[in-house]
């Protein structure tokens, strides 16, 4: 894969000699970028379909089936209407927060990504504090929601955004402690370390030794994406749409783009850091490692991220919102001791030296 | 009085009462469909079968009189089961065609099935069907339905005076049917309808139009004579759509005559004056209200209020305006300084005009004894003052006419002196003498030519022979060069053999009028002087020269004048009102505006307006206060019109005083009465299709004797005037009754 | 003490939680029940209460006999009726309005109608474009009552039995 990309950065160079090298390094970069973020898209436009098909499919019905074959093309028409549809500015609201808001929510949900590594030696940048960054550039999306919700000049955004603000602050402490003890394990900030920590089978994975802390993360992440059944920046039945109400258009598909973007990136780091990254599971085993061997890694962390993403909606057509001082109350009455006390353990346990991880 | 157990109840009862009178009395519910309370009793309907203890049959409520200890079940098993044998029994014959008929939700038959009667017919024979008779243009017949209770048929014989419906053939073939081919044609007749307990006998104009419960009922008062009846306007979205009775038993006790009853049908009449129009340079233009408020406005300052030399503004009004528009027209003219404000239109020589003041009440006149009646033929034109008199002449009391020409009275008249009206006022002075030399009173000088005869002296001994008399003077003699004489003589006459007078010479809402001081005082010039002399400009209040004036063709040339400048409010198009105006504002008719109506007695009246005017017609007194304002008068801070009605009232004069100088003239030559066919004497009536389609409201006729026609070179296939001359011997000499409809007025002179 | 013991247990391992996410998951497999409308619909009751029509006799001639008892009971007051009489001097409608945003489908028109004239049809899948499309006028129910006068009859006979 890295090779693949080396010989397509060196073709740019070749083609274009007379360019001076800045100029040239922007243009890949340009290009690395394009090439990160329109894959996202269609991934986040087919989570969308996903999301409807597999919700459909667990409530007896067979979800949208009208444009084109299976309804795939679907995605492709809530685009076309979203491009389509008029932008509402309420009368008093204000209008620079109020079209930087939804800005603010995408730009870092894309950023985060230019530190996640995808295969060997395949990402955009090699951070030495990735991890660091990740926990840090997610935070910004906070503003993209509170903004909103203040720009709104509309009770509901208002509360929506209080309600999610405080909440998302809330479990980045939680997530916070749970990269603490990966980190712990792994001795790195790096996630290119982090998944190398891992390497060789499925009984290198971190998630064996930090099962309690993976429980934890994966339901911050649900929390942290605003995603069923912590969304209580929605909530239907108390505050409409939330933040999302005086949002129209595009700039409501902005919002929505960030929230499925999201969910791919805590899927991904869910993975990179529990099971594995794009480690086949079956590293060293050894009849079954060869016959897997032609799957390129990139595949595998596929693999693992995809079923991450289906647990979101597996989780979402399961249960019911939770009450606002009930996620209250886990995260700090249940989440915060446990990721401490964890700590801890893992602490003894990487003085102990046990099993193949620490 | 006695006492009666019904059902359990111990209630009182008067001697001679029928047990029916009761039970409506102490509200117990007895059904039935043949007896009315203001109808005899025929019991002929069955339906009020009461179960009386000791006797073996059930018994009619209706006919049963009471008696002491009398104890009746109206709701036990005999009872119940009598009034549900004679209820399918009705049902037999009676199509079920509730879903087209017009009286369906307002049915007593319909209301006293839901009761009384089984879900299934157990008659499986054919069904009695009788064929429609076209009975003229307000009533429908739908004699199928019919089930002979006999009420129309009461009601012909016992209020209208003529029987006109009856019962023909027995058993299964009874029909109740029209005597005569012209059909009804009485001035009561609408009021079967409302009589008519199933739908056999409903309204033609209204047929099919619309259910009882779609409509409001707003009370109201009906204006087009001088004794306000009392009714219900029945609206739906907006628009008045039927006109019902409502019960006053002291003006129209339950009836209503078909002038108040039909006129509604004109409200809606595509002669309906829509939007305010300005003549700019001879041509008319419709405009908004302001404009046309403020271009009137302006002329009225142009032409009149700072054209200190020349300012002569006048104000006509016809009589069937509204007391608050009477006295705002009034009193923006007081302010703008005019005094020139008259209803008085008909009349050819106001210096000598009836002055009589009524005093009696309408329903007082049942009670009378002797009534003298002058100059008035009360069944068209005052039928509700008639059917009083016919009540009076039923409970016994001779009634005499002295009038030009004889009627076809509903109430047997003892004797009828056919004069004119010189001859009238001799008659009356003569018998004025006999009354002064019987009471032996002096004997005033404008007597002393005439010799006292043996019938005068007979007319004098009725008057003075009853304990209540009373004089009733009609409209035939307004016009008269005896008028004032006739009312000074009939004053006079009442004085001294105390009886009561009526003055119907007053129709529609004049006395209204007349009591807001709309008539000129000393400074002010009336009518015809208005007419005569030039005016700068007039406001005309609801006028149709064509029908009010007397003389309508010099009226319309004065008003034609160029340098006049008239706003007319009219409601309906005129022909001439093109003619003669410079704007023309449309106001709101009858039963769109509030106000107030005095009748004959003095009973002022006020109403509502049942439905909001159309789009761009606007309520008179609304229009008269918006012209005060633009005009910057003050005391025209009116929010609605009672404040008009309050205001108006403080000022009303009770009982004008005038002088009462005789001076008898002998008229030369032929006499015209000019009296409108009682279905055109306003608007509304005339752009009513159905009682214009009556033989009423065709009428049009120039009765004269004989030997007048000759005297007049006339015969039967002439002309006069315009209208047909009929020769006649019930007219006296020199005398020329003209009873005309609007269709042919053209050459109206007096 | 055991219990409590038993459900900290419960909690920490997410049994409930495992539990209802089997439930949904063996769904996801299960068979569907979507009916693809267009193509294939439910069978319908006689006595659906779809879209109104007004029906005629079988020579041509309107039932609608303008009584009004349709409009009288009409809970919504959805129908609006101008009557009159027509030039053969029979009772008729000159204006027949059905305002489908204020009606509820209750069937009481059908009820009432002593001609059986007004029905309500099996039809439920209509629509229209502009705002004066919800009222449906006359003329609209006549050739509703038309289009689908086999329907009618056949759902009207189908359901006589009962009545």
């Known amino acids: 894969m890295m090779a693949l990309w080396q010989s397509f950065v060196e073709l740019v160079y070749e083609l274009i000699p007379w360019l001076d090298g800045g100029v040239a390094t922007v243009l890949i970069i340009l290009i690395k970028g394009v090439a990160l973020i329109l894959p996202l898209i269609i991934m986040m436009a087919y989570m969308t379909y996903a999301e409807r098909k597999v919700i459909g499919y667990m409530q007896l019905r067979i979800g949208p089936n009208r444009v084109g074959p299976i309804g795939l093309l679907q995605p492709f028409a809530d685009v076309f209407k979203m491009l389509f549809k008029e932008i509402i500015f309420p009368s008093k609201a204000n209008i620079y927060l109020f079209l930087l808001a939804p800005i603010l929510a995408f730009v870092p949900a894309v950023a985060i990504w230019a530190v996640i590594p995808l295969g060997e030696g395949f990402y955009i940048t090699n951070l030495d504090i990735s991890l660091l960054y990740v926990l840090a550039i997610g935070s910004v999306g906070v503003y993209g929601i509170i903004i909103a919700g203040w720009a709104s000049n509309s009770k509901y955004p208002l509360l929506g955004a209080l309600r999610s603000t405080a909440l998302l602050v809330s479990y980045e402490i939680v997530i916070g402690f749970v990269a603490v003890t990966v980190v712990m394990v792994a001795s790195s900030v790096n996630l290119n370390e982090i998944v190398a920590g891992q390497k060789g089978g499925a009984w290198n994975w971190y998630f064996i030794p930090l099962f309690p802390m993976m429980i934890v993360f994966w339901i911050s992440a649900l929390t942290e994406t605003n995603r069923a059944p912590f969304d209580v920046v929605e909530g239907e039945s108390e505050i409409v749409g939330g933040t999302h109400v005086e949002y129209s258009g595009m700039c409501f598909a902005l919002f929505f783009m960030a929230e499925y973007i999201n969910m791919i990136m805590m899927a991904a780091l869910a993975v990179l850091m529990f099971f594995g990254g794009w480690h086949s599971p079956f590293e060293g085993i050894p009849y079954l490692d060869d016959l897997f061997a032609f799957v390129p890694d990139i595949m595998w962390l596929l693999a693992k991220m995809s079923f991450f993403l289906f647990l979101y909606l597996w989780i979402r057509a399961t249960f019911p919102r939770f009450r606002y001082d009930q996620i209250m109350r886990l995260c700090w009455k249940v989440f915060l001791p446990l990721t401490i006390l964890w700590i801890f353990v893992v602490a003894i346990l990487t003085q102990l030296g046990v099993g193949p991880w620490f | 009085m006695f006492e009666i157990e019904i059902d359990g109840k111990i209630v009182n009862a008067n001697p001679g009462e029928n047990l029916i009178t009761v039970t409506d009395r102490e509200g117990i519910s007895v059904p039935r469909f043949c007896y009315h309370n203001k109808l005899s009793v025929s019991a002929n309907c069955r339906m009020c079968l009461v179960d009386v203890e000791g006797a073996t049959k059930p018994q009619p409520a209706c006919s049963t009189p009471v008696s002491n200890g009398m104890r009746v079940s109206t709701k036990n098993d005999k009872a119940k089961s009598s009034q549900k044998a004679v209820m399918e029994f009705l049902l037999i014959n009676h199509p079920l065609d509730c879903p087209i008929c017009d009286q369906g939700g307002e049915c007593e038959l319909q209301d006293v099935a839901m009761s009384y009667s089984s879900d299934v017919s157990r008659f499986n024979e054919g069904k009695r069907v009788i064929a429609d008779s076209d009975i003229g243009p307000l009533i429908q017949t739908d004699m199928t339905r019919c089930i002979h209770c006999t009420r129309c048929v009461r009601f012909g014989a016992e209020i209208a005076g003529i029987m006109e419906m009856g019962g023909t053939g027995r058993g299964d073939s009874l029909k109740i049917e029209p005597f005569l081919q012209e059909g009804i044609q009485s001035e009561l007749s609408g009021n079967m309808i409302d009589l008519c307990p199933v739908g056999a006998l409903t309204s033609k104009p209204f047929r099919y139009e619309l259910r009882s419960w779609q409509m409001n009922a707003v009370e109201g008062i009906a204006r087009h004579d001088s004794v306000g009846s009392n009714i219900h306007i029945q609206t739906y979205k907006g628009k008045v759509k039927r006109v019902v009775a409502r019960n006053n038993d002291n003006i129209n006790e339950t009836w209503i005559s078909d002038r108040d009853r039909f006129s509604c049908d004109g409200l809606n009449h595509e002669n309906r004056l829509q939007k305010p129009q300005i003549k700019y340079d001879g041509v008319w233009k419709e405009t908004e209200w302001d404009t046309a408020l403020v271009y009137s406005t302006k002329a009225l300052l142009r032409e009149v209020i700072d054209n200190k030399e020349e300012s002569k503004l006048g104000a006509l009004a016809s009589n069937n305006a509204t007391l608050e528009e009477y006295y705002l027209l009034r009193k923006l003219l007081k302010q703008v300084g005019s005094d020139n404000t008259d209803y008085r239109l008909n009349i050819k020589d106001l210096s000598n005009t009836i002055n009589l003041d009524s005093n009696i009440k309408i329903k007082d006149i049942e009670n009378i004894d002797y009534a003298l009646l002058v100059g008035s033929y009360t069944r068209l034109e005052q039928p509700m003052i008639n059917h009083r008199l016919r009540k009076s002449s039923l409970n016994g009391a001779t009634i005499d006419v002295i009038n030009s020409m004889s009627f076809n009275y509903n109430l047997p008249i003892n004797s009828e002196y056919i004069l004119n009206s010189s001859q009238i006022a001799n008659l009356l002075a003569r018998t004025l003498k006999a009354i002064l030399l019987s009471k032996e009173q002096e004997i005033p000088g404008y007597l002393d030519k005439f010799k006292v005869s043996d019938a005068d002296t007979q007319l004098a001994n009725k008057l003075l022979s009853s304990d209540k008399s009373a004089i009733i003077l009609g409209e035939h003699l307004i016009n008269s060069d005896n008028s004032s004489n006739i009312a000074n003589l009939i004053s006079i006459i009442a004085e001294k053999t105390s009886s009561s007078t009526l003055n119907l010479s007053e129709t529609g809402n004049s006395i209204a009028a007349k009591s807001t001081g709309f008539v000129p005082n000393e400074n002010g010039l009336d009518a015809n002087e208005m007419l005569a002399s030039k005016m700068n400009a007039y406001i005309l209040l609801d006028v149709y020269p064509k029908y009010d004036f007397h003389n309508s063709v010099s009226a319309i040339n004065a008003l034609r004048d160029e340098k006049t400048f008239v706003i007319a409010l009219n409601s309906f198009k005129d022909s001439d009102v093109f003619d003669y105006a410079d704007v023309i504002l449309p106001i709101s008719s009858y039963y769109e505006t509030s106000g107030t109506h005095t009748n004959v007695e003095g009973e002022m009246q006020s109403f509502s307006a049942a439905v909001g005017s159309p789009k761009d017609i606007k309520p008179a007194w609304k229009v008269l206060k918006v012209l005060a304002d633009l005009l910057d008068l003050s005391g025209f801070n009116y929010t609605d019109s009672s404040k008009v009605t309050s205001e108006a009232k403080q000022q009303i004069k009770q009982n004008i005083e005038h002088d009462r100088e005789i001076n008898l003239i002998n008229t030369k030559g032929v006499e015209i009465i000019w009296q409108p066919s009682p279905y055109s004497t306003d608007a509304l009536l005339r752009h009513s299709n159905s009682l214009q389609a009556t033989k009423i409201g065709q009428l049009n006729t120039a009765s004269m004797s004989a030997s007048t026609a000759k005297s007049l070179k006339l015969s039967d296939t002439d002309n006069y005037l315009g209208v047909p001359v009929v020769i006649s011997e019930v007219v006296a000499d020199k005398c020329v009754f003209i009873s005309s409809s609007n269709e042919t007025i053209s050459e109206k002179i007096s | ?163």
């Open chain 3, 1 to 163: 003490m055991l219990n409590k013991f038993k459900k900290i247990i419960k909690d920490f391992t997410l049994n409930e939680l495992l539990f209802g996410m089997s439930v949904t998951a063996k769904e996801l497999v299960n068979t569907k029940i979507t009916v693809q409308f267009p193509e294939e619909r439910t069978p319908i009751s006689p006595r659906f209460r779809g879209i109104h029509a007004l029906r005629r006799y079988p020579n041509g001639e309107e039932r609608c006999i303008a009584c009004k008892l349709c409009e009288a009971v009409c809970p919504a007051n959805a129908i609006t009726i101008e009557s009159e009489m027509r030039e053969d001097g029979s009772r008729r409608t000159s204006q027949y309005d059905i305002d489908l945003f204020k009606c509820i489908f209750c069937g009481f028109c059908e009820e009432a109608c002593p001609v059986d004239a007004i029905v309500e049809t099996q039809i439920f899948d209509y629509a229209f474009e502009s705002r004066d499309g919800s009222v449906l006028t006359k003329k609209r129910l006549l050739e509703i009552g038309e289009q689908n006068k086999k329907a009618i009859d056949q759902t009207k006979l189908e359901d006589s039995k009962y009545r």
